[in-house]
């Protein structure tokens, strides 16, 4: 027995040192090396049941999470993919990581697979309105466009503000052939966030689609003016210009397109084509040459190399240049070829600052900080490149609150609320921060603004509770707490606070039935110790009452 023990404590020795190896290389964000380290400890089956192995195995989850976030912020789905299941075998409790993981399956096309990982979501949060959204957009994967529009049409009901539901409503109503009901979605998208770029670049493209050149070009133009180096839309400029008969002005938007990004196939194409059109010969056999050294094996590239071999400009029409061109390439390269481009699949892109709200609406929050010093640095480099996206600034304010810079994170949403006042989720951080830091009478006047945006948010109503209940304006702390416990029944800290409250308006029965049911269903230890004991104090009152 006693050689058993001696032997179990070797072992345990053995785990915790690997254990402890692998919080050091945690905290250094190596987490490929923390793991090498937690899954030595949690290699020994004989302490399965140890402190050292639920460790391991809890950090270990966390580190293949953290990778994967990495991998995830580079759109390496697969590899994302792979690491996010690792670490949902290790804490399985962790229902989150199924929003990522839908996410790396919709963009590597597994719809399907996609759509089950977000629904173990709505079971747990029905209200989770970024979830909705991206169950809507693999319904639109599936070409389920009808249903998607639904969804999407649902949710605006209750949240008429947000720009990224009117955009894939646009998206959704463009593929049913309702092209005036998605000019309208992209324009309320574009009206709400100005700043919104791929909904102006698709409303773009949708009224040039229709005949509207002037409006399209007017939409477009206003994104160059921001954003000089966007390729895309200098190379649609160019399809509107060629479709007023301005060649010059069309070679000019696509030499500008090709300079910006030289391997952009469609321009190069599209300008080989207007060469020839306009008799520029040896320009389209140069910009030929140049196209061919990005895509030397493209069978069509290799036909146009043919074509010129026979081509003779003074013989040939332009007309019959476009038949060659066209019998080559299809119409792919005309305006109204461009709608097809609203039935390609879609990517759900990995968003800072969706990630890092997932992240602090987990249980594991205080585990995860560490992620927040290899991100803040990404972003406040992409801010250096663009600085006015509100996006950015509301992702680096959440980084910087996940950290405890409350200060930083406060100038960072006022950053953001100010690029686009109706950026909601930017102006719910910042009412948090505000709280956070404080600030209550800010708080209630932030919150105030939300609400008039018809935000039904359980965690707004709180918040502003919170305030108003540190204002000690009971009154109106009782009904937001009242309303957010409405929307959410889950929330159990709402009948801590309504308990908080009801104490001090001197109505004890109340407040104890209230902690009742706080308790009832509580799991977290220090706040179940916080409530018994205000209990305890609240019998008291009410017996000598």
């Known amino acids: 027995m006693n050689f058993i023990n001696k032997l179990l404590g070797s072992h345990r020795k053995k785990a915790y040192d690997a254990y402890k190896k692998g919080i050091e290389c945690y905290n250094q964000l190596k987490f490929s090396q923390a793991i090498t380290y937690f899954e030595e400890a949690r290699a020994e089956k004989a302490l399965r049941k140890s402190l050292e192995f639920k460790l391991a195995t809890f950090y270990c989850g966390l580190a293949y999470r953290n990778l994967g976030i990495v991998h995830f912020t580079r759109e390496n789905n697969e590899q994302a993919l792979l690491y996010f299941k690792k670490a949902q075998k290790c804490n399985p409790g962790h229902i989150d990581l199924n929003y990522f993981i839908g996410i790396c399956l919709n963009n590597i ?95 773009g493209i949708t009224l040039a689609s229709q005949g509207y050149l002037n409006e399209a070009s007017e939409h477009l133009n206003t994104i160059i003016k921001k954003n000089p180096n966007y390729a895309d839309v200098h190379y649609l400029l160019g399809l509107i210009k060629q479709e ?83 019998a080559i390439f299809g119409d792919q390269h005309s305006l109204a070829a461009l709608r097809n481009e609203f039935h390609k699949g879609l990517d759900i892109m990995p968003n800072f600052s969706e990630i890092i709200a997932i992240f602090s609406n987990s249980r594991f929050t205080q585990e995860d900080s560490a992620i927040s010093e290899f991100l803040i640095p990404l972003i406040k480099d992409q801010i250096n490149k663009t600085p006015t996206y509100p996006d950015l600034h509301n992702s680096l304010g959440m980084q ?92 159990k800290n709402a009948h801590l606070l309504i308990s908080h409250i009801y104490d001090n308006l001197g109505h004890y029965e109340l407040a104890i ?23 305890k104090k609240l019998q008291k009152k009410n017996m000598n009452t």
């Not at 998206?171 to 574009?190: H, P, R, T, Y």
């Not at 069978?299 to 003779?312: D, G, M, T």
Request: aromatic share 10%.
């Open 109 to 203: 096309g597994q719809f399907k697979e996609a759509m089950e990982a977000f629904k173990l979501i709505q079971e747990t949060e029905p209200w989770n309105i970024p979830n909705k959204l991206k169950m809507a957009v693999i319904l639109h994967n599936l070409k389920m466009w009808g249903n998607a529009e639904k969804i999407y049409r649902n949710l605006l009901e209750k949240n008429p503000n947000f720009a990224d539901i009117h955009f894939h409503l646009g998206l959704s109503l463009m593929n049913q052939g309702k092209s005036q009901e998605a000019i309208d979605a992209f324009k309320q998208a574009v009206q709400i966030n100005p700043n919104y770029i791929n909904a102006r670049i698709k409303l």
């Open 244 to 326: 007023r008969n301005d060649s010059r002005g069309a070679i000019d938007c696509l030499k500008n397109a090709v300079t910006i990004s030289p391997a952009f196939k469609n321009a190069q194409v599209k300008l080989i084509m207007l060469h020839c059109q306009t008799g520029n010969t040896e320009k389209a056999e140069t910009q030929l040459i140049q196209a061919l050294k990005y895509y030397p094996d493209d069978f069509r590239l290799k036909s146009v190399k043919k074509f010129f071999k026979i081509f003779n400009p003074e013989e040939t029409s332009k007309d019959e240049i476009s038949r060659e061109f066209r």
């Open 400 to 491: 910087l609150l996940f950290r405890n810079k409350l200060v930083e994170a406060e100038k960072a949403f006022t950053t953001a609320v100010e690029l686009n006042p109706n950026y909601v989720t930017a102006r719910i951080n910042l009412l948090k921060t505000l709280h956070k830091l404080g600030k209550n009478e800010e708080t209630c006047k932030q919150g105030k603004i939300i609400l008039s945006k018809q935000c039904l948010f359980p965690d707004v109503f709180f918040t502003i509770a919170q305030a108003f209940f540190a204002l000690k304006n009971y009154d109106e702390a009782l009904i937001h707490a009242a309303k957010a416990l409405e929307l959410q029944p889950s929330m």
């Open 513 to 535: 039935n209230e902690i009742n049911k706080y308790l009832q269903s509580h799991e977290a230890v220090t706040q179940v110790s916080e409530a018994k004991n205000l209990l």
